[in-house]
């Protein structure tokens, strides 16, 4: 059973910078892609970026698009959301979720499916 678990949310001024961490446990990083997701208050909850089960791979939705990096480090079972030239709009609860992959190629979908999920980590921006 993988279990993830966000941190690095907090408050950030328009045009600062956070960075997310998604640390798994209970599966091998090798196997499963990570989507990073956020849900806004009175919004739907929107993919935003993943990135494959190998780290050479990644997408992201338009609006963090050029702002926003992904990356994993398996040896800390571990990805990443770096997000810079934060911007109001991004003020929402943001999600690390997990796609078990064992599949030829890889796996990565923006908003795609996913099989375990983090709690979610607050993110604020605002001055």
């Known amino acids: 059973q993988l279990q993830l678990v966000e941190s690095g949310g907090g408050l950030a001024q328009p045009g600062g910078s956070l960075r997310l961490s998604c640390t798994g446990s209970g599966f091998a990083p090798d196997y499963y892609a990570v989507g990073w997701f956020r849900q806004a208050p009175g919004k739907e909850r929107e993919g935003i970026a993943c990135i494959s089960s190998d780290g050479n791979n990644s997408e992201y939705a338009d609006p963090v698009k050029g702002r926003f990096t992904v990356s994993r480090d398996h040896s800390k079972n571990a990805a990443y959301l770096q997000m810079n030239d934060l911007k109001p709009e991004d003020t929402a609860l943001y999600y690390c979720?997990?796609?078990?992959?064992?599949?030829?190629?890889?796996?990565?979908?923006?908003?795609?499916?996913?099989?375990?999920w983090g709690q979610g980590t607050q993110v604020t921006v605002s001055s």
């Open positions: 979720a997990a796609k078990i992959w064992y599949g030829v190629g890889y796996y990565c979908a923006v908003g795609g499916e996913t099989d375990y």
